[in-house]
């Protein structure tokens, strides 16, 4: 992992959270899979005000934000099974970054949910939430 591969993947994050809502990229590089599921909870999530996605600006502040984040975090942003998310909660606007989990079976990426604390993961080849 390179600090060009990071920052890019933030970038996309940014990005793609902006335009659709959510994301999901790989801090090493990888292609996110299309099967299997992610899991959240490794970490506290970062929380930061939605208007952070406006503007090239903004988005800088945003940038740095998230990565003296996962400078935090070291060895989860090597491992290649982590992945980093980001969504918007509309309701309260507010973005949340965290750091996922893929895992490749439902019934292990539940428990794994429920030993963290977490409410739900994510379907990747469905695209939707499953509660736990």
């Not at 090239?56 to 502040?61: D, L």
């Not at 090597?78 to 895992?103: A, Q, R, T």
């Not at 292990?108 to 695209?127: K, M, P, S, V, Y």
Request: net charge negative; proline share 4%; glycine share 10%.
């Amino acid at each position: 992992m390179t600090v060009a591969t990071l920052d890019a993947t933030i970038q996309q994050v940014l990005l793609e959270t902006a335009s659709t809502g959510g994301s999901t990229a790989s801090p090493t590089g990888f292609k996110v899979p299309e099967s299997g599921y992610m899991v959240g909870g490794l970490t506290p999530s970062l929380i930061f005000g939605s208007d952070l996605l406006d503007g090239a600006a903004h988005r800088e502040v945003a940038e740095e934000r998230i990565f003296n984040w996962l400078r935090k975090h070291p060895a989860m942003i090597m491992n290649p099974n982590i992945y980093l998310g980001g969504w918007i909660d509309n309701f309260y606007g507010m973005v949340y970054i965290d750091l996922s989990e893929w895992m490749q079976h439902k019934d292990a990426a539940i428990d794994r949910a429920r030993t963290l604390g977490e409410i739900a993961i994510w379907d990747l080849a469905e695209g939707k939430e499953i509660r736990v």
